[in-house]
């Protein structure tokens, strides 16, 4: 299985501050990279799709860069609705699998 | 509007088998694939598998491989997901999503309320 790694484990940020999740997959995943955050008690939420795209009614202050092995999701200025834990996704084959998650809280 | 309703919680034995299911409506079924994913209590996402809406082929995830079976009903179209020979690690909640092709690969785009399995003697 393609193992996805997600760099750090948890961060605290201040109000506005920009804010980088990077995700490592262990072979070549060219584009095939999701990024999904979630709530707690909630079903996650996909935020960009092919590494790269946003999804219609996400904040533009949410980018994703990067293919191959090496992804970030970042965002801009971050805001008071973003504490959340964020996940990567691999879909490259036929078994897809997650990072462990991200924790983002305000400081 | 699309909507993916699942079934409610269950409270199993250890060595027993749950079926959850999970029924949509809002779109054609039949145009779209679904997946389950699992989160035990205070961890991360786990990938459990996939089901085409259009034919019930299905492919799982290595670690419950054996023990899960996906099954689609285009006559209710409702898609299931049954989980055998439980343990206490099976403890989780257990959601489905429909899934889209896209250009940039597959994405999950919709949500079930996701269903609670306590595994427990």
């Known amino acids: 299985d393609i193992q996805m790694t997600q760099s750090p484990t948890s961060l605290s940020a201040s109000v506005g501050d920009r804010v980088t999740i990077t995700c490592r997959a262990s072979?070549?995943?060219?584009?095939?990279l999701n990024w999904f955050h979630q709530k707690p008690g909630k079903a996650p939420k996909l935020l960009i799709s092919?590494?790269?795209t946003l999804q219609s009614g996400v904040p533009s202050r949410f980018s994703g860069t990067g293919s191959g092995t090496d992804f970030t999701l970042t965002i801009s200025s971050l805001q008071p609705e973003d504490v959340a834990t964020y996940y990567c996704?691999?879909?490259?084959?036929?078994?897809?699998?997650f990072g462990q998650g991200t924790k983002i809280e305000i400081k | 509007q699309v909507q993916l309703v699942q079934s409610g919680g269950e409270v199993k034995r250890p060595g027993a088998s749950v079926k959850v299911s999970c029924k949509a409506s809002?779109?054609?079924?039949?145009?779209?694939?679904f997946t389950w994913v699992r989160q035990a209590p205070g961890q991360g996402l786990e990938w459990l598998g996939y089901?085409?809406?259009?034919?019930?082929?299905?492919r799982y995830g290595h670690m419950v491989q054996g023990r899960v079976t996906m099954t689609t009903d285009t006559t209710t179209d409702t898609v299931y997901m049954e989980l055998r020979s439980l343990t206490s690690d099976d403890t989780a909640v257990y959601y489905c999503?429909?899934?889209?092709?896209?250009?940039?690969?597959?994405?999950?785009?919709?949500w079930g309320q996701g269903t609670l399995v306590i595994v427990s003697s």
């Open positions: 999503a429909r899934v889209v092709a896209a250009d940039g690969g597959d994405e999950i785009d919709y």
């Open positions: 996704q691999q879909t490259f084959n036929n078994i897809w699998t």
């Open positions: 092919g590494a790269s």
């Open positions: 809002g779109y054609i079924f039949s145009n779209y694939a």
């Open positions: 072979q070549n995943i060219r584009s095939y």
């Open positions: 089901i085409s809406g259009y034919n019930g082929n299905a």
